[in-house]
């Protein structure tokens, strides 16, 4: 899912299953100004090729974005990727997750991002 130019991205997904991706099984992308608030929530996002569920938010712009009541398993870049860069404001919420088979650190990548 993906906002280019100036504007918000403001998305959520429920119960999706979304495995065995050649990139990541979901991206959320906002670029140029605008602020990300995005939602996972009871879907399944394991073994892709990239991270789990990747949230981008690019340039000027906040990123408000949780995971919630699923998994994201054995991914081979990261289970949960967030990067917010500045200006702006990050969090991460993760709740009731699974993210198994990974490396100490690789679980959960963030950057710019105050996980909760
Ligand atoms: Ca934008
Ligand atoms: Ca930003």
Redesign the pocket.
């Known amino acids: 899912m993906r906002e280019d130019a100036s504007g918000s991205l403001a998305a959520s997904i429920e119960r999706a299953i979304a495995n065995e991706n050649g990139g990541d099984g979901i991206e959320f992308e906002e670029n140029a100004s605008g602020n990300q608030s995005a939602a996972v929530d009871r879907s399944a996002t394991d073994a892709n090729g990239q991270d789990g569920v990747e949230f981008d938010?690019n340039?000027?712009?906040?990123l408000t974005a949780s995971v919630s009541r699923g998994s994201s398993s054995s991914n081979a870049v990261s289970g949960l990727r967030a990067d917010?860069?500045?200006?702006?404001a990050g969090t991460l919420a993760l709740t009731s997750l699974t993210l198994a088979g990974y490396p100490p650190g690789i679980a959960v990548v963030a950057a710019g991002v105050t996980l909760t």
């Open positions: 938010e340039g000027d712009g906040d917010q860069q500045a200006p702006g």
